[in-house]
């Protein structure tokens, strides 16, 4: 069995420039085999632009990092598709493909592609098509759970179709994306003119139920979870299934410390020794597994939620 | 001055044999359904069709000279695939005219087996950009593309400018803020989202709770809002509901508001709509049948005064007293909204 890589996610949220720079110039010492960089949320955001994202994969890349692009996952206007070409057309770096737009494009340049959870990819034909478009890897959607994910790989092991598959592991889910921008809604402001106020959020806004439950996280025009997914519990089960990595989304801090901890987790199941890692002190959210057990998403590690009254 | 565009098709929703029959006796030219399971995402208990129903409304439709569509709109879960291939087949058995699908996968199933089966690209594929429609066009050859209700006009008129593929928008209706597709608020607080299961925010996790001042709505134990007394209550679709951010609470993520393009019928017919779709597969045939009638006439005069074209108030006045929340927008359309 192949060992299980640790890949970095792109920044979800709306950092500075400077912040950005600063968080790749540390992150290329971590022990990734991937880092995926670049806006996939909001064509507003521009403290980099495409030019800005190619250069630092490329400087990136030169750390021995294998380095992807990930595209803008909805694209609605003509802008989007030219900042989303001058992407595909940088002839060196990979494209993560949020939409199914990218991956035509990636197919037409020729580039073999890593395939978003945009793409919505439920079961084994689709992930041969996608394959045969050029996807040399796969994001299952994030609500897929453990048993749905393992009878598609069977299915596509009995096709005989080779893909490797990387798993949301840690950090707020990305749920949903909107044309409305809800920063923009809670400050009163209009979309097109935002002000940037995600900015003011390095990790999103908190969203509460009325009786103060943190439910959600709002991010722009994405929704996400309030609870931290963490599949940290799984790495046994997931090693066994044949993953080949596990994907760590970005957050304002500890990022560092959660690297840390998958790569003592893998390193145990590598070594048959039981480490306990414990990386609830790196997040201010629940950490959640749901889906992966087949449940709702936010219920918690640990917790058997029934479902109905 | 421009040719004369034709009019825009009215696709209207059946959820049951009486709605199919109201649509088509209402003016509708095509009426959408789905089969009773989890392959269409209006997945719920006492709607849809079998086989027997689904064979009467195709006759009774076809016999009026209108079209019927089968929406296969969720995505083939697992590995196990054998009932979505089979609503491809009951469709394609049926006579149906096109079905509608948002899996790849299967639009590709359904090209092999049945070459001149018309296909329709599902809003739930997510396809906002004209790029992802070609892809469809090129491997598949669908021939209509549903768009989400993510777009301004502006944005319609590229995409109808960059393809021969038919574009079909959403009307009226309830407004999903959310991409189609791209959602899955649902399945977060359930388990079951319209990508997987093909509900959203479902009945059956749906608890209301009697207190002494309030009355609070949950989903699968989560609190989505809260009524005073004398405040309407709505359904707990948990993007609608009120949340606190910031100290704030509100409506954060979207009002419980309808979709209505009445009064941009005519810069609709003029960019080159093809279709224009009704939501509502969950609502009753009175629905139907007002609806239908209200924008069958709406759409008729715009075709004939074009820019002269008014709303008339009697038509508001029908449309609003079946909206949901009773407020009425042009959604993304056009964008004031913040």
Known sequence: MKKLQLTLGPVLFYWSRDDILRFYSEAADWPLETIYLGEAVCSRRQQLRGQD???????????????????????????????????????ELQLEANDLGAARLAQQQGQPFV???????????????????????WIPPVEMDRDTLSAVLGQAAFNGVQIETELFAWGRLPLAL???????????????????RCMEHPDGLRLNTREQQAFLTINGIQTMSDGC?????????????????????????????????????????????TGEVDLSPYSDSLLVDGYWRGSAGISAIGETRHAHS | MPATRPLPELVCPAGSLPALKAAVDNGADTVYLGLKNDTNARNFAGLNFDDRTAREGIHY?????????????????????????????????????????????????????????RL???????????????????????RRAVLPRVLTLDQVKQV??????????????????????????????????????????????????????????????????????GEPAGYPTLCKGRFEVEGDTYYALEEPTSLNVMSML?????????????????????????????????????????QRFAVKPAWTQALSKLAEGQQQTLGAYNRPWK
């Open chain 2, 160 to 229: 109808i400018d960059h393809t021969n593929v038919e574009i079909e928008v959403f009307g009226f209706g309830s407004l999903c803020v959310m991409v189609e597709g791209r959602c899955l608020l649902s399945s977060y607080a359930t388990g079951e989202s319209p990508n997987s299961h093909g509900v959203c925010s479902p009945a059956k996790f749906v608890r209301w709770e009697h207190g002494q001042q309030a009355l609070g709505a949950r989903l699968n134990g989560i609190l989505i809002d809260e009524y005073q007394q």
């Open chain 1, 178 to 196: 909107s044309a409305r921008c809800f920063t923009a809604r809670h400050y009163n402001l209009s979309k097109d003119d935002c002000q940037f």
């Open chain 2, 266 to 306: 005519p810069q609709i017919i003029d960019i080159g709509v093809a279709a224009i779709k009704v939501e509502g597969r969950q609502r009753s045939p009175a629905y139907v049948a007002q609806v239908t009638r209200t924008l069958r006439e709406a759409l008729d005069a715009a075709g004939r005064d074009k």
């Open chain 1, 115 to 137: 395939a978003g959870h945009h793409l919505n990819i439920y079961n084994a034909d689709t992930l041969a098509l996608i394959r045969s478009l050029g996807a040399r890897r």
């Open chain 1, 229 to 273: 997914q963490s599949l940290l519990p799984h790495l046994a089960d997931i090693s066994a299934m044949g993953i080949t990595a596990l994907r760590i989304s970005p957050q304002w801090q500890h990022t560092a410390q959660v690297v840390q901890g998958y790569q003592q987790a893998v390193a145990a199941i590598e070594s048959r020794t």
């Open chain 1, 53 to 91: 994202w190619i250069s630092l994969g490329r400087e990136l890349a030169q750390s021995g990092r294998q380095v992807v692009l990930s595209s803008q996952a909805l694209i609605e206007s003509e802008s989007d598709l030219r900042r989303l070409r001058k992407l595909v057309e940088n002839g």
């Open chain 2, 61 to 117: 439709a076809h016999q009026h000279g209108r079209k019927v569509l089968l929406a296969i709109n969720t995505y083939a879960q697992g590995g196990d695939i054998s009932r979505w291939h089979r609503a491809i087949d009951e469709g394609a058995a049926l006579g149906v005219d096109a079905i509608i699908l948002a899996d790849i996968g299967l639009m590709k199933y359904a090209r092999d087996r049945y070459p001149d089966l």
């Open chain 2, 120 to 142: 329709h690209m599902s809003v739930q594929s997510s396809a906002t950009n004209y790029e992802a429609i070609k892809l469809a066009q090129d491997m598949f050859d669908i």
